[in-house]
């Protein structure tokens, strides 16, 4: 009996343990930078925009799935996107990233022009500056197990260990300039320049260096930390593609593969390796598992199913475990997949018009004026997002409502082209029958 209620007592304390795990706390959304959250599904249907707003230089996903953004200013939102708080005393901000109990929002500030000054320590309930410490402003501060956060100072070619508090514990030069660093659950740091791959214990004693030129290293993305350990890093697409490395430096495998965009991990051990025409499924031994053609990738996102959501010029993208494409969604604001959140949300960011995106599985749309809806088949509405005009070619008559059910316009079957230069920014809900697709203007 005691042996069962011990047991009840541990299940609970590591329920509770999962329960608090946050969305997407740093980049990459974790120390082995394997891109992948363990907790969140996103959307599996064909999805649409939820909500924008204006974008930064970064962002992080806390308690609650509040955001917290680091750019020209430094603030945070709620879920739905509604402002939270804003700070008035950081600008040109940059790296964030929320700790393990979620007690603190780092960041640090630039000239605007990519140098990095300080670092700051915000409360994540108001933005209040819990600590400021100079001349500490560093590239994607990132967090060990053990509350340890690693950060990289381009000034002056450093990698940076702090504790909890912000204050020094080591630092080390860096051999060439810096392209990225992870941690393994050992608490080994792996740093990529573009001389070396360099490994370091947590006291910052060096354990091996592997100069690029003699394994072909791309020096182009972060290492990924296999739970075995395993170190894989992008290669040269001329000559090796992707390299493994075992813990002690020794080279595993190496494969080619074509392009290089990023790399991400999943559950079972299989890489996703975004190139610029081929996403590559590569088994933990090196062996292709698949390969899909790709037209130029961005960054990625895998949910707890192992899918993958990434971007190529035409817009968003999903695939499935097997390469099976589930959904495709027309994107022409150069946007890329950045973080997860609850409800099946993903988060991406646009270079194109410098906004943050919340997209979100559709569920079909219903209001006091019109019943559910079905995925559209038989019409299409081109752009989306969209600023002036919008183009609606329909099959039969469709109807235009606001996102609380007000009919903004009624349209007979056919072509038109709308202008909407009176319509307040926000989404729309396109109706035709049964079938419905929503449409989001921006300025």
Same mark, same amino acid.
């Given at each position: 009996? $005691?042996?069962?209620?011990?047991?009840?007592?541990?299940?609970?304390?590591?329920?509770?343990?999962?329960?608090?795990?946050?969305?997407?706390?740093?980049?990459?959304?974790?120390?082995?930078?394997?891109?992948?959250?363990?907790?969140? !599904?996103?959307?599996? $249907?064909?999805?649409?925009?939820?909500?924008?707003?204006?974008?930064?230089?970064?962002?992080?996903?806390?308690?609650?799935? *509040?955001?917290?953004?680091?750019?020209?200013?430094?603030?945070?939102?709620?879920? %739905?996107?509604?402002?939270?708080?804003?700070?008035?005393?950081?600008? *040109?901000?940059?790296?964030?990233?929320?700790?393990?109990?979620?007690?603190?929002?780092?960041?640090?500030?630039?000239?605007?022009?990519?140098?990095?000054?300080?670092?700051?320590?915000?409360?994540?309930?108001?933005?209040?500056?819990?600590?400021?410490?100079?001349?500490?402003?560093?590239?994607?501060?990132?967090?060990? #197990?053990?509350?340890?956060?690693?950060?990289?100072?381009?000034?002056?070619?450093?990698?940076?260990?702090?504790?909890?508090?912000?204050?020094?514990?080591? %630092?080390?030069?860096?051999?060439?300039?810096?392209?990225?660093?992870?941690?393994?659950?050992?608490?080994?740091?792996?740093?990529?320049?573009?001389?070396?791959?360099?490994?370091?214990?947590?006291?910052?004693?060096?354990?091996?260096? $592997?100069?690029?030129?003699?394994? %072909?290293?791309?020096?182009?993305?972060?290492?990924?930390?296999?739970?075995?350990?395993?170190?894989?890093?992008?290669?040269?697409?001329?000559?090796?593609?992707?390299?493994?490395?075992?813990?002690?430096?020794?080279? #595993?495998?190496?494969?080619?593969?074509?392009?290089?965009?990023?790399?991400?991990?999943?559950?079972?051990?299989?890489?996703?390796?975004?190139?610029?025409?081929?996403?590559?499924?590569?088994?933990?031994?090196?062996?292709?598992?698949?390969?899909?053609?790709?037209?130029?990738?961005?960054?990625?996102?895998?949910?707890? *199913?192992?899918?993958?959501?990434?971007?190529?010029?035409?817009?968003?993208?999903?695939?499935?475990?097997?390469? *099976?494409?589930?959904?495709?969604?027309?994107?022409?604001?150069?946007?890329?997949?950045?973080?997860?959140?609850?409800?099946?949300?993903?988060?991406?960011?646009?270079?194109?018009?410098?906004?943050?995106?919340?997209?979100?599985?559709?569920?079909?749309?219903?209001?006091?004026?019109?019943?559910?809806?079905?995925?559209?088949?038989?019409?299409?509405?081109?752009? %989306?997002?969209?600023?002036?005009?919008?183009?609606?070619?329909?099959?039969?008559?469709?109807?235009?409502?606001?996102?609380?059910?007000?009919?903004?316009?009624?349209?007979?079957?056919?072509?038109?082209?709308?202008?909407?230069? $009176?319509?307040?920014?926000?989404?729309?809900?396109?109706?035709?029958?049964? !079938?419905?697709?929503?449409?989001?203007?921006?300025?």
């Amino acid at each position: 009996m $005691k042996h069962i209620i011990l047991t009840i007592i541990l299940i609970l304390a590591l329920s509770y343990l999962y329960s608090e795990e946050f969305s997407w706390p740093q980049y990459r959304h974790d120390a082995q930078r394997t891109g992948r959250s363990d907790m969140n !599904e996103g959307p599996q $249907k064909k999805p649409y925009v939820a909500w924008w707003n204006s974008y930064v230089n970064g962002f992080v996903i806390g308690k609650d799935d *509040n955001i917290f953004l680091a750019g020209s200013e430094t603030y945070s939102m709620d879920k %739905n996107g509604n402002q939270r708080w804003r700070s008035a005393d950081v600008q *040109n901000s940059y790296s964030p990233m929320i700790n393990k109990d979620g007690t603190k929002f780092w960041v640090c500030d630039t000239d605007g022009y990519g140098d990095l000054y300080d670092l700051y320590i915000l409360n994540p309930s108001n933005g209040a500056i819990i600590k400021r410490i100079p001349n500490r402003g560093c590239d994607n501060y990132v967090e060990d #197990k053990d509350g340890f956060v690693y950060g990289v100072s381009w000034k002056d070619s450093l990698l940076y260990k702090f504790d909890a508090d912000g204050n020094d514990v080591w %630092n080390r030069k860096l051999k060439g300039f810096w392209r990225g660093h992870s941690i393994s659950q050992t608490g080994d740091i792996y740093v990529l320049t573009t001389l070396t791959i360099t490994c370091y214990d947590s006291s910052g004693t060096e354990k091996w260096s $592997k100069e690029g030129n003699s394994i %072909n290293i791309r020096y182009y993305d972060y290492p990924v930390i296999a739970p075995d350990g395993t170190i894989y890093v992008m290669g040269s697409p001329q000559t090796v593609g992707l390299i493994a490395f075992n813990q002690d430096g020794t080279e #595993k495998w190496a494969t080619k593969t074509i392009g290089g965009w990023s790399l991400g991990l999943t559950s079972d051990g299989t890489i996703y390796y975004l190139g610029e025409y081929y996403v590559n499924a590569i088994n933990p031994d090196g062996s292709i598992k698949w390969v899909k053609n790709l037209d130029i990738g961005g960054s990625m996102v895998i949910d707890s *199913n192992d899918y993958l959501y990434s971007r190529d010029k035409r817009g968003f993208f999903c695939f499935d475990t097997n390469g *099976n494409e589930l959904w495709k969604f027309s994107f022409d604001k150069n946007g890329n997949i950045y973080a997860l959140g609850t409800n099946k949300t993903l988060y991406a960011y646009s270079t194109g018009d410098d906004r943050i995106y919340a997209i979100k599985e559709d569920t079909g749309f219903s209001s006091s004026n019109s019943s559910s809806c079905l995925p559209d088949k038989h019409f299409s509405i081109s752009p %989306n997002p969209f600023t002036g005009r919008l183009s609606i070619s329909s099959s039969s008559s469709a109807s235009i409502y606001s996102l609380t059910g007000q009919l903004i316009m009624e349209l007979p079957k056919g072509k038109h082209s709308l202008d909407t230069s $009176k319509w307040r920014e926000g989404v729309y809900i396109v109706k035709s029958g049964k !079938e419905c697709k929503r449409v989001v203007k921006v300025k």
